[in-house]
Each structure stands twice: as C-alpha cells, then as structure tokens.
C-alpha cells in the first residue's frame, strides 16, 4: 500500500516571500500520479498542481511549482510571493496509474500561515 | 473545471434519524465517487468507492449497513447515515472522476451534527 508523509504540521510564512511544504510518499509503482489540493476555510478542497511520475519536468502553475525526485520519492511544493489568500491547509496526495482505481492517498496536511 | 455539487452544506439532525447527503456531477459523467470523512484539523478518510450501477467497495473498518451508498446514475451518489449517532458528526465531503480524467473534482463537503 502507498503511503504519504507530510512532516510540517504548521508552516508559515511573510507575504510576498515563499515558502516550500515537504512531502514524501511510498511506493512500488513506477508510474503514479502526485497533487498539491489546498483547503481554504470554506473547507472546498480545490487542486494547485499535478505531477505525472513519467514526466521529469517540474510541474509549475503561476506562483506554484514542485521539485519532483522520484527516485527520493519526495514532492515538495514552492509556493513563491505569497499571498493572504494562500491561507490553508495543504494536502500532498498520491493516485496510482494501474488499473481502474482512482482513490487518492492523502497524507496528513499542512496547515500554513501567511503573516501581514 | 468540472463542477460537483454536494447537498446539504450543513445538516442537524436528532439521534436515531437517517440523514441523506447527495453528490452530483454538473457536467461530466462520473464513472467514480468517493466519499471521505474529515475531522476537525485531520486529514481526508476514504470511506468508500463506488462504481456507477455496482456495489460500493467499502474501506477496512467503516459499516456499510450504516453508511449507504448509492450510484444509481452517472451523475449522482448518495450517502445515507442510517441511525445517526453524535459520534457520526463530522465533515463528509464526495469526490468524482470520470474515465478520461486523471483528477478528482471534490463536493463543498457536508457538515453533519447530530444531537
């Protein structure tokens, strides 16, 4: 089974400077795909950034980016000129690539701050 | 992106009653949903999955005779807390993905307390 590991329970950071939120994850595979979801207040879980395991560029969207290592099995997201509205709790998650299940791992989240 | 609706936001409902939480996909087809649990300051449980016009698949340790699932459509899963008790208050929030997708598109969640 795959397994997500998300070491910072709190994490904060000064607007407009970055801030980079670990996470590791386990696994078999060899294809498999990562996300980023934040959860606002509001509690709606919405999607930052995907990563497909068979693509070694990065994965960027606007003012988030990821470093990707498959071999460390590590997927680290860059969250650069922080904004208020970055706010949230921040979940890693894993979804294998076999087969047709498509349940998502999540590992235990990050809840970051943005300080004024 | 896709749109899933998840209906009620907020629920109150007394001990002993039966609570239904529907979850619709606006404009795909959802071959798969899930539902998850969350408590405060925790990370998203998998409850169950379910698979348009088959059984769910329950996860280890969750009771399907007290959590229903329904997917009688491609566009709508239903969860029912049968018997509620105040230990089933929670977060439940449905998510769903479609065949060609690689994404889970999620519901706004459901606050559930029972009194």
């Known amino acids: 089974a795959q397994t997500v590991t998300q070491s910072q329970p709190e994490m904060s950071v000064q607007e407009a400077e970055t801030v980079t939120l670990s996470c590791t994850y386990d696994t078999s595979e060899s294809d498999y795909y990562l996300f980023w979801y934040k959860q606002p207040p509001s509690r709606q879980m919405i999607l930052v950034i995907r990563q497909e395991a068979y693509k070694q560029q990065n994965a960027t969207e606007n003012r988030f980016s990821v470093n990707f290592q498959k071999a460390a099995k590590s997927f680290s997201l860059k969250i650069s000129d922080s904004q208020l509205g970055d706010a949230a709790m921040y979940f890693c998650?894993?979804?294998?690539?076999?087969?047709?299940?498509?349940?998502?791992?999540f590992g235990s989240g990050t809840q970051l701050t943005v300080l004024p | 992106g896709a749109v899933v609706s998840q209906h009620p936001s907020r629920v109150i409902c007394k001990s002993g009653t039966s609570v239904k939480i529907e979850c619709r996909s606006l404009?795909?087809?959802?071959?798969?949903m899930f539902w998850y649990r969350q408590f405060p300051k925790q990370s998203l449980m998998l409850m169950a999955t379910s698979n348009e016009g088959s059984k769910a698949t329950y996860e280890q340790g969750v009771e399907k005779d007290k959590f229903l699932i329904n997917h009688a459509s491609l566009t709508l899963s239903t969860l029912t807390v049968t018997s509620a008790h105040p230990e089933d208050s929670s977060f439940y929030i449905c998510s769903a993905t479609a065949t060609s997708n690689t994404e889970a598109f999620f519901g706004q969640g459901t606050r559930l307390t029972v009194v």
């Open positions: 404009d795909f087809q959802a071959t798969t």
């Open positions: 998650a894993y979804r294998s690539a076999y087969g047709s299940a498509r349940q998502l791992t």
